[in-house]
């Protein structure tokens, strides 16, 4: 079974160029999430969506940083205009949807490591 | 709020040793507790997950973790290193609601020969 794909595996831009990275989650899972990890620490989550909605985006810094999951599958994580502090390996991961009383497995891709010059 | 902390930042360890990576939470529900491995360039691999039960959890490529309720912790234990076990080690806690990973700041293995 595919895992979870993220492309690209690499960016290199500079600042105040717009960035994407796309993601597509492992098949049948309905929620997705978006996390940030900068070096030498775990990772944090920016968004996390099911389905196409996205449920908990509070911690997305939304004057540069923009996400979409238009058909529920797929999903695209935009900055606009980048900066130096948003040098960072960017993860994607997906899961089955939880409910209350479950809990469920969170899936990690290999990520796209951005580097802003 | 959760909190999970990884007292270790580095960890050096000759193959063929025993290795043991604390992880210490904070969380006032019942926990739901992940280690994770990280190796250079890649993504995270789930190793091992506690969710309840047995407090001994087994996972993949040798390792295990208990859970001490009393002690708030989630250590993760292998009895015999292998050099492909260098990488980044990460303990997680789950928030039951909006099912929120959060991470410590991981453990960074180096294994020598």
């Known amino acids: 079974e595919a895992g979870v794909v993220q492309s690209p595996r690499y960016k290199i831009i500079e600042k105040k160029q717009p960035v994407a990275f796309w993601c597509n989650p492992i098949s049948g899972h309905n929620t997705l999430y978006w996390y940030r990890q900068n070096l030498g620490q775990g990772p944090e989550l920016l968004i996390r969506y099911e389905n196409e909605e996205a449920v908990d985006d509070s911690q997305l810094p939304k004057d540069r940083f923009s996400a979409e999951r238009l058909k529920g599958v797929d999903s695209t994580l935009k900055i606009q205009p980048a900066e130096l502090g948003d040098s960072a390996v960017y993860l994607c991961?997906?899961?089955?949807?939880?409910?209350?009383?479950?809990?469920?497995?969170?899936?990690f891709g290999p990520g796209t490591r951005l580097l802003v010059l | 709020a959760q909190s999970v902390t990884q007292p270790d930042i580095h960890i050096t360890v000759s193959e063929g040793a025993s290795l043991e990576l604390r992880c210490n939470y904070s969380y006032g529900a019942t926990p739901y507790l992940f280690w994770y491995v990280q190796s250079p360039g890649q993504g995270l691999q789930l190793l091992l997950k506690?969710?309840?039960?047995?407090?001994l959890v087994q996972g993949i490529k040798g390792f295990e973790a208990e859970f001490k309720r009393s002690q708030s912790s989630f250590n993760l234990r292998k009895p015999s290193v292998h050099w492909s076990d260098a990488a980044e080690y990460f303990c997680?806690?789950?928030?039951?609601?909006?099912?929120?990973?959060?991470f410590g700041g991981g453990t960074r293995v180096l294994v020598k020969p």
């Open positions: 506690y969710f309840s039960g047995d407090t």
């Open positions: 997680a806690v789950l928030k039951a609601a909006g099912n929120k990973l959060t």
């Open positions: 991961a997906s899961s089955l949807a939880p409910s209350r009383d479950t809990q469920e497995t969170q899936y």
